[in-house]
C-alpha cells in the first residue's frame, strides 16, 4: 500500500523546486568537491576525498526521497474540504484546558510542517490526537511532555 503525503499546492511547488536545486546545483557542487578533491592526489590516504563521496552519497539519498515523496504526493484542494470536523488542512483553534490559552494551528504533512508558521503535522501527537475532533470536543492528548487537553474552538479552512 502507498504511503500517501497530501499537500498543498504551494507545499508541493515548493518541495519540486528544491528537488531540483538539488539535481542542478547541488550534483554540480558534490561533483566538484569530489574533483577538488581527487586533485589532490592519492585517494587511499584522502579524508577530503571521502568525506565529499559521503557527501555526495548524502545528497542522492536526500534526492531520492524528495522524488518518493513527490511520486506518492496529493494535492489538496483546499476549497474542497469540509470545516465541520479537524482534518488535514484545517485551521484549528484550540484552547488548553490547564492554561486557558488559545492557538490557532494548521494540520498538515509532514514535508509542510513548521512552529514558527503555527502548521503542525497530522502526524505529530496533537495532530493526531485533534484528527475527527468537531467544535466543542476536548481532545486528551499524550505529549513528550505528558498528558494534555485541548478544546477544539473553531474549525476553519484556508
Known sequence: MANYTYLTQSGYDKL???????KTSGRQEA???IAE???QGDLSENA??????????MLEMKISE????????RVIDETQ??????????NVTIKNMK????????????TEADARQMKISVTSPIGQGLLGKVRGDVAKIQTPGGAMEFKVVD???G
Open 16 to 22: 519540486k523546486a528544491e528537488l531540483e536545486e538539488l
Open 37 to 39: 578533491a581527487r586533485a
Open 66 to 73: 524528495m522524488e518518493t515523496v513527490l511520486a506518492n504526493a
Open 81 to 90: 474540504l469540509d470545516d465541520s470536523k479537524v482534518a488535514i488542512l484545517s
Open 48 to 57: 577530503e576525498y571521502d568525506a565529499a563521496k559521503d557527501a555526495q552519497g
Open 31 to 33: 561533483a566538484r568537491a
Open 155 to 157: 474549525i476553519s479552512i
Open 99 to 110: 492554561t486557558g490559552k488559545e492557538m490557532t494551528y494548521k494540520l498538515v504533512s509532514e
